[in-house]
């Protein structure tokens, strides 16, 4: 009897070691990727890093932004992953995203990476604005299909444009810089006033202008390429424009948690080859040098994007988002 103690006692504890011994790493990720991205970047992750378990914390880039910037140094992310670069800069500022040097650097275009010294955020892909028309609608309504961002100061257009509120979207203030940048600080805050007077509501959500445009709820709406070139392929009745000087920025992956290997290891292979060619699949721009390819449907942006200055996108943010806040809120859609 005393030996099958000992032996029931001997099976337990082997058990409880190789449960331990394959026990998964929980690895908590915030980012703002579109929804639809996250069980691919989680299991193509996670095949090659089978110890490794992917915990999403997910919300819209000024939301999240904003999650971070309150959880301070006791944020509870090890990584920021498909944040935009210039959220990171300022996250870096605060000192919630730490210097990191990955074993992929090399490969990552220079434009895309954190200009300093001490680099702490290195672009995945590029994402951009883009102009959302229902065909279907603007026929049915008389409406001309606009081409710059001038056309759409046109009275015609009155309460068919739809765009997303920069203090909750990043796609929004990436659209509310390039302005800014673009035209010059006092031409963009003009342009804004006109724009005003033919906006419908502002969303909280950057794909959601285009959604509404597809769906025949708006006839334009500014918004995110990817949504647009989705939408579009699935046969949405959506022309997607490129006014000149449309916004952009990276989706980018920075550390929060610099004591955790695991960390450091999505980082790396986010930077990887095979990373950047799952991200090719879906964006036209991606951050390594030797990727590149077409994507059905998304719009060739060479010719129409602005100089961004992401520095000053960070800097700015705050004074920027209290201006645009103060002016124009009041059309903003319920959070509700």
């Known amino acids: 009897m005393h030996f099958v103690k000992q032996s029931l ?171 800014l940048q673009g035209m010059g600080e006092q031409q963009g805050w003009a342009y804004m006033d006109k724009l005003d007077k033919n906006i419908a509501h502002y969303t909280h959500s950057g794909s959601k202008p285009c959604v509404q445009s597809a769906m025949g709820e708006t006839v334009i709406g500014i918004s995110v390429a990817i949504r647009g070139s989705k939408l579009k392929s699935k046969g949405a009745p959506i022309d997607l424009i490129l006014p000149k000087g449309i916004g952009w920025d990276t989706e980018s992956v920075g550390l929060v948690n610099n004591s955790s290997a695991a960390a450091k290891q999505l980082i790396d292979w986010s930077l990887s080859l095979d990373a950047n060619k799952m991200y090719n699949t879906i964006y036209p721009v991606v951050g390594h040098k030797d ?15 602005v100089d961004m200055d992401f520095g000053k996108m960070a800097n700015d943010r705050s004074a920027v988002l209290t201006k645009w806040s103060d002016k124009f809120n009041s059309k903003s859609e319920s959070k509700g």
């Open 9 to 179: 006692l001997a099976a337990a504890v082997i058990l409880g070691v190789s449960s331990n011994a394959f026990a998964k790493e929980e690895l908590i990720v915030y980012t703002s990727f579109e929804t639809d991205l996250l069980a691919l970047f989680k299991n193509t992750f996670e095949e090659s890093h089978s110890d490794i378990d992917i915990k999403w914390v997910r919300d819209s880039t000024g939301v999240m932004t904003a999650k971070l910037l309150a959880e301070g140094k006791n944020a509870k992310a090890d990584v920021v992953w498909g944040l935009a670069g210039s959220s990171l800069a300022l996250l870096k500022d605060s000192g919630i995203v730490k210097p990191y040097t990955p074993a992929n650097l090399d490969g990552i275009k220079a434009s895309m990476v954190d200009p300093e010294d001490n680099k702490a955020w290195f672009g995945n892909d590029a994402f951009f604005n883009t102009v959302c028309f229902n065909t279907i609608v603007a026929k049915q309504l008389g409406l001309p299909k606009p081409k710059t961002w001038e056309d759409l100061l046109d009275p015609v257009y009155k309460g068919h444009i739809v765009m997303p509120n920069p203090g909750s979207s990043g796609t929004g203030y990436i659209q509310v810089t390039a302005w």
């Open 291 to 305: 990727v590149s390819g077409a994507v059905a449907n998304y719009p060739n942006v060479e010719d129409a994007i």
